[in-house]
């Protein structure tokens, strides 16, 4: 996962996708239940009221 993620690195909305190029991306799965947040927030994400701690795998 990319470094300096904020929020999203932990959060369980945040989907890792990898260009066909090698580049990574954080995808915001939130995005599609509420359109007023960005489908890739620009990081680090720092506060977002959408945050929801992933369970521990
Ligand atoms: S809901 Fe917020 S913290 Fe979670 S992935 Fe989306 S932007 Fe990041």
Redesign the pocket.
């Known amino acids: 996962m990319p470094q300096n993620n ?3 690195e932990t ?4 989907r890792l996708i990898r260009s066909d190029r090698g580049s990574e991306f ?1 995808l ?4 599609s239940e509420d359109p007023r ?2 489908k890739y ?1 620009r990081l680090p ?1 720092l506060v ?1 009221a ?3 701690e992933a369970a521990a795998s």
């Not at 915001?28 to 995005?31: E, I, L, V």
């Open positions: 904020g929020l999203c959060c369980q909305w945040v954080l915001c799965r939130y995005a947040y960005p927030p994400v977002c959408a945050f929801r």
